[in-house]
């Protein structure tokens, strides 16, 4: 594996501009359940069942307790070894931008610059209906109205399956994999559109992919297999002796 976490290392250094993709697996070794992994129900339903507009007209409180549930498990655990691992090379690296699907806010938490949230933050609220952001008490089971128009329930400050991501997000998005020279991808199925699509849209213009994960990567440039809280700090390690 140092071959290959050394060979990561030399790509990153060629790179003029490297961006940075992560999606849950990065976050497994703290403790917070993937989507697509073996932990990855509530109540045997599946994140597509719960994290759509029409599960939530159908059911707000059942789609808020799942949140709440996802809200508890966060607040009680804190960024891993990959999440400083990727500090680190930022530091090394500073125009390297973070995407994340990830809405755990672990990035920020850990000190990572330049994070972009394109499925937004768990943490935040924002209304159903008339669409202003406020803050809601996160931790009791009611959902709550909303203050500004005063009829529509207040729901998580995600992107649910169907909706369009954040305009501000996909336009910072597209400015970075146009500048991309190279794309690290990090503990993410590669199920979901647009992240999945990515790494293909940096190797199109002749870029190069890195991914990282616990299964075998396939269609990269250079695949590791492992765990990101082990691969991330040795590729920091191999870049500076470079
Ligand atoms: N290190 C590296 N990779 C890991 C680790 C680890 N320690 N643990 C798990 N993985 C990998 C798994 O092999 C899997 O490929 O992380 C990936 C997690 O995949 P998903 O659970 O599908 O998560 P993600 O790709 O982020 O899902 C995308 O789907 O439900 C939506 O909006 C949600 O942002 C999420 C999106
Ligand atoms: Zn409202």
């Known amino acids: 594996m140092q071959e290959k976490t050394s060979e990561a290392a030399k790509l990153l250094k060629a790179s003029r501009h490297p961006v940075f993709l992560s999606g849950a697996g990065i976050s497994a070794e703290s403790g917070i359940p993937t989507f697509r992994g073996e932990d990855g129900l509530w109540k045997n339903y599946r994140a597509e069942e719960l994290a759509t507009a029409h599960a939530f007209q159908r059911d707000p409180k059942l789609v808020w307790q799942w949140y709440n549930w996802r809200r508890q498990i966060i607040s009680e655990k804190k960024p891993n070894a990959a999440h400083y691992g990727v500090v680190k090379l930022q530091k090394l690296i500073p125009q390297m931008p973070i995407i994340t699907q990830n809405v755990d806010g672990f990035h920020k938490k850990a000190g990572a610059?330049?994070?972009?949230?394109?499925?937004g933050n768990i943490f935040e609220t924002f209304c159903f209906s008339c669409r202003a952001y406020s803050d809601a008490d996160t931790t009791t089971e009611e959902v709550q109205k909303c203050g500004v128009c005063k009829?529509?329930?207040?729901?998580?400050?995600?992107?649910?399956?169907?909706?369009?991501?954040?305009?501000?997000?996909?336009?910072?998005?597209?400015?970075?994999?146009?500048?991309?020279?190279?794309?690290?991808?990090?503990?993410?199925?590669?199920?979901?559109?647009?992240?999945a699509g990515f790494?293909?849209?940096?190797?199109?213009?002749?870029?190069?992919?890195?991914?990282?994960?616990i299964e075998q990567p396939v269609n990269v440039d250079l695949g590791l297999t492992g765990k990101a809280g082990e691969l991330l700090p040795q590729i920091v390690e191999e870049y500076m002796k470079l």
């Open 199 to 213: 790494a293909s849209v940096v190797q199109s213009k002749g870029g190069k992919s890195i991914e990282i994960n």
């Open 113 to 119: 610059k330049n994070v972009i949230e394109m499925h």
């Open 151 to 195: 009829s529509g329930l207040l729901r998580p400050g995600v992107v649910w399956f169907g909706e369009a991501l954040p305009v501000n997000a996909m336009q910072q998005i597209s400015i970075e994999l146009q500048k991309a020279d190279l794309i690290l991808v990090v503990g993410t199925s590669g199920q979901v559109y647009p992240a």
